[in-house]
Nanobody, 127 residues
């Protein structure tokens, strides 16, 4: 059974850091483009970052560029999202998702292209 499990969320002060993990079971992440998405209360789910299956190229939304870094460890079947300089507006439930689609990341880093989703992990940035 294909499953994605996020972890690493929590409460952090503005300017702090968190590292989210997305562990896969039942399938190998190597062949999938992985996306990180977030959904704040009352808002639509949005793409934060995507990382390709092959060379590990990445895409970031403008709102997180320079602060977030996605990476993957195929040996551990896990993808990470390092989040630095966190802001209150980063508060949301963060999801990882997988897709077989391989194309320009800036074009496919959107909810409609991803079929397999984790359950989400809450990130709260507050003093």
């Amino acid at each position: 059974q294909l499953q994605l499990v996020e972890s690493g969320g929590g409460l952090v002060q503005p300017g702090g850091s968190l590292r989210l993990s997305c562990a896969a079971s039942g399938f190998t992440l190597d062949y999938y483009t992985i996306g990180w998405f977030r959904q704040a209360p009352g808002k639509e789910r949005e793409g934060v970052s995507c990382i390709s299956s092959s060379e590990g190229s990445t895409y970031y939304a403008d709102s997180v560029k320079g602060r977030f870094t996605a990476s993957r460890d195929n040996a551990k079947n896990t993808v990470y999202l390092q989040m630095n300089s966190l802001k209150p507006e980063d508060t949301a439930v963060y999801y990882c998702a997988a897709t077989f689609i391989r194309s320009r990341l800036d074009q496919i880093c959107a909810v409609i292209y991803f079929a397999a989703w984790g359950q989400g992990t809450q990130v709260t940035v507050s003093s």
